[in-house]
């Protein structure tokens, strides 16, 4: 495809660009980004060169550039659906100026995407790479705009569906005005596989992987067996709360666990099992707040044949069938105060007898206790037996709420995340960093669980081999004040979901901009009861230009009326 090279308006793309003043992001699209200054980058590739030498580093920078192009290719595919495939080429190009790379202009471009057949020439201008590497090194003999020629690459590379090399033809950073780049397949390149290596895994970072990996076998030989895949977490709070789980793993001591509802209390259980001794016999869990009073106990002891109407035969208990296992009773907390008198027998004596029962029964049970409710205050209030409360809370484990868990909250959502893909049988590439950044600034007043629900949610309404979106998180997150970067390069706010209505009703209305005009100073004027001054500063103008507007208007003849000074009352 080839055709007359020129940018289609990039409206749609200087409204991807956002700045917060309030949280301190800059976004493009869902993809955070930040402002560095030119002199940091290029100490940076200075650094670089001097510690892993000029083949390495321009891998690095290479790779750099390439990971941004890909990035940017996303945007090429969803922000102009529809439109001419050039138009959406140039999303590359229009971007790449927008970032302050260079400014981008279109020399020869002819491409067809299934034939994977690609040439592009386009000359960059004040490209900030080479203004750099000039600070640094002065005049060079070989092109040195690694990381822009790495984005092109990456970038054309993701819209083509095969690797295309881009190289500098021409350098400012060798003295040239200008720099210029040509792309086409690397297969086109006769030198093409001597360029292949800036676009592979860099044999320096395969080196440091290794050494890494050895540091990884040693420490795991030193340290405790891992979590069994149950429990995810490496914040502070949640490493104090599963130091104290694996000490008492071993034990047989009765444990405690609370916290605010949806924190995780049965996984904590489970894996507490697992790393007992107990870990290949039963583990049973029962929600105590979820059994009829009625029925709890014979939920928890077992039933007789004929011990009431409808007990037709006997049937075990969760004690029975937790027998040489692990009981876990979840919201403790709940339970009548007859059910806790018969459970404090259970624990002081090891039997227990089944409703309608005659006799006692040995069982061999590790209770585990769970509740969200403050036992002391339950047992103040009457609701809870004291001497009950003591045997359950031998050995209390508090587990943070996620608020508290800031460092475990991406790492929770990626798991969940692969989970719930291959459970609905889809394929996601990850979260966008705004959905991560509102995942970190959410509350979660609903904890762990709460994560679940948003993440499933998430990977249902994501698209397929898409990421998963805030919008798909969060539908009615709120966005703070936010500026973008207008046609003429200046910060400008960006219209709220408000504004966009009153224009749509502005734009229906089918009055001229010169009426709206018109009706919107008469309004002030009339508002501020004939002050001129007042008046102005309700528009935002001086006085001086709302005198201007009101005499253009008088000039142009414009119909609508001026509004009435008010008269003072008539004296009788």
């Not at 090194?137 to 040195?144: N, Q």
């Not at 077992?302 to 979840?330: C, I, M, Q």
């Not at 969060?474 to 504004?499: I, K, M, R």
Request: glycine content about 8%.
């Amino acid at each position: 495809m080839s055709s007359n090279l020129k940018y289609p308006p990039d409206s749609d793309l200087r409204r991807l660009l956002r700045f917060e003043p309030d949280s301190g992001a800059i976004w493009l699209g869902d993809r955070r980004m930040v402002l560095m200054h030119t002199m940091a980058l290029a100490a940076l590739r200075q650094d670089l060169m001097s510690s892993v030498g000029p083949e390495h580093a321009r891998r690095i920078l290479t790779r750099m550039g390439y990971a941004s192009g890909l990035c940017d290719a996303e945007y090429a595919k969803k922000t102009r659906p529809g439109e001419a495939l050039q138009d959406s080429f140039m999303v590359g190009p229009q971007l790449h100026m927008l970032e302050g790379a260079a400014r981008v202009t279109p020399v020869k471009l002819t491409f067809d995407v299934p034939a994977g057949q690609f040439y592009g020439e386009f000359r960059w201008d004040h490209s900030w790479e080479a203004y750099a590497h000039r600070q640094k090194f002065g005049l060079v003999d070989d092109p040195a705009c690694w990381t822009l020629m790495g984005y092109a690459s990456g970038y054309t590379s993701a819209f083509m569906g095969r690797l295309i090399l881009f190289k500098e033809t021409l350098c400012a950073a060798c003295g040239a005005d200008h720099c210029l780049v040509v792309g086409r397949p690397i297969e086109e390149w006769p030198d093409g596989e001597a360029h292949r290596v800036y676009f592979t895994d860099d044999s320096l970072m395969e080196k440091m992987e290794a050494l890494q990996s050895q540091v990884d076998a040693l420490k795991s030989s030193l340290e405790p067996a891992s979590q069994g895949g149950l429990l995810i977490g490496a914040s502070s709070a949640f490493r104090k709360a599963y130091a104290l789980l694996q000490k008492v793993a071993q034990t047989q001591v009765t444990v405690l666990l609370t916290g605010e509802t949806g924190v995780g209390k049965e996984r904590f259980a489970r894996t507490l099992h697992a790393l007992s001794s107990r870990a290949d016999a039963p583990f049973v869990a029962v929600n105590c707040a979820a059994l009829p009073a009625e029925l709890i106990e014979a939920e928890l002891f077992g039933v007789e044949k004929g011990a009431y109407t409808g007990a037709h035969a006997a049937r075990a208990g969760r004690f029975e069938r937790a027998d040489g296992g692990t009981l876990l009773l979840d919201e403790v907390g709940e339970l009548p105060l007859a059910a806790q008198a018969k459970l404090l027998r259970v624990l002081q004596e090891g039997e227990i007898e089944r409703v309608g029962g005659e006799s006692t029964k040995k069982v061999n049970v590790r209770l585990v206790a769970a509740t969200n409710v403050d036992l002391e205050e339950a047992v103040r209030a009457g609701r809870f037996r004291r001497d009950l409360m003591y045997r359950l809370n031998v050995y209390p484990i508090c587990i943070p709420a996620l608020r508290e868990r800031q460092a475990d909250i991406e790492l929770l959502a990626q798991s969940m995340l692969a989970r719930f893909c291959a459970l609905h049988n889809k394929r996601i590439a990850g979260f966008e960093e705004r959905a991560l950044q509102a995942l970190q600034q959410h509350d979660w007043p609903g904890n762990v669980r709460e994560l679940e629900n948003l993440v499933e949610r998430g990977v249902i309404l994501a698209s397929q081999d898409g990421r998963v979106e805030v919008a798909h998180l969060f539908p009615n997150l709120p966005e703070g004040a936010q500026t973008s970067v207008d046609a003429h390069g200046h910060l400008a706010q960006l219209p709220s979901a408000q504004d966009d209505d009153l224009s749509a009703r502005i734009l229906d209305s089918g009055s001229s901009l010169e009426e709206i005009e018109a009706r919107v100073l008469d309004h002030a004027v009339a508002r501020a009861r004939g002050n001129l001054s007042e008046a102005a500063r309700l528009l935002g103008l001086t006085r001086p230009q709302l005198a201007y507007r009101q005499k253009r208007r008088s000039n142009m003849g414009a119909d609508a009326p001026t509004p009435e000074t008010p008269h003072p009352p008539e004296v009788p």
